[in-house]
């Protein structure tokens, strides 16, 4: 079945670092992929998307891009903000069902 | 713009209680999803609605019941609760009901705490 699985956390940074989230996946078939964000106390919201390999997501500074041949959708911001702190997850749509999948979370921490 | 809206935020119950959380979505979109969230699980699907009329199992149905009252509405009820139903429940939806439809974006609700003692 798909899976997802992304890096553990908790990632603590200071403002204005480079964040890398990881995640790869095991899906059949072309599935879309998708990073959510949770800030606190609060639900998810998409942050970004990509429906195709080679496609690259992207989104308030984020990107993503979906790598077939590696399998992954890894999370990238070049200059992180204390606003950026909630748990992030990776999750994968296969086409034949109409299931997400969600990775277990990542909590992001940027401090000033 | 209210998107998903679920009641209650917060409920306590002791063991053996019984509840229903209530969903309801502005959107006119067909799929309505019940997640709980629990400390180093990520989300887990309960049941989902693909469209008004039909529900099916996801991941971790024990326990609950759902039921699609209408094409807004989407309610998940604990007939008799436990300890390990304690969680944060989300309750979602997205405009597409169709299989193999591609990109499936999610709208998610502010999520439902709760306790069992």
């Known amino acids: 079945g798909n899976s997802v699985t992304q890096m553990e956390g908790p990632v603590t940074l200071s403002e204005e670092a480079f964040l890398t989230i990881n995640c790869t996946y095991t899906?059949?078939?072309?599935?879309?992929l998708f990073w959510y964000v949770q800030y606190p106390g609060e639900g998810l919201q998409l942050l970004l998307k990509a429906t195709k390999a080679d496609d690259k997501g992207s989104n308030k500074g984020f990107e993503a891009t979906y790598r077939k041949e590696t399998t992954s959708f890894h999370l990238e911001k070049g200059s992180v903000q204390v606003s950026d702190s909630a748990v992030y997850f990776c999750?994968?749509?296969?086409?034949?069902?109409?299931?997400?999948?969600f990775g277990k979370g990542t909590l992001l921490t940027v401090n000033p | 713009n209210a998107g998903v809206t679920q009641t209650p935020k917060f409920q306590v119950l002791k063991t053996g209680q019984s509840m229903t959380l209530q969903c309801a979505q502005d959107?006119?979109?067909?799929?309505m999803y019940w997640y709980r969230q629990d400390p180093g699980m990520g989300l887990r699907l309960i049941y989902y609605?693909?469209?008004?009329?039909?529900?099916d199992k996801g991941e971790v149905p024990n326990g609950y019941n759902v039921s699609r009252l209408n094409k807004r509405e989407f309610s998940l009820r604990l007939e008799s609760a436990a300890p390990s139903q304690t969680s944060v429940y989300f309750c979602?939806?997205?405009?597409?009901?169709?299989?193999?439809?591609?990109?499936?974006?999610?709208?998610f609700g502010a999520g439902s705490r709760l306790t069992v003692l």
């Open positions: 959107m006119n979109h067909n799929s």
């Open positions: 899906a059949t078939g072309y599935p879309s």
């Open positions: 999750a994968l749509h296969g086409g034949s069902n109409y299931k997400l999948t």
């Open positions: 609605s693909a469209s008004e009329g039909t529900t």
């Open positions: 979602a939806s997205s405009p597409r009901g169709t299989r193999g439809s591609g990109a499936n974006v999610l709208t």
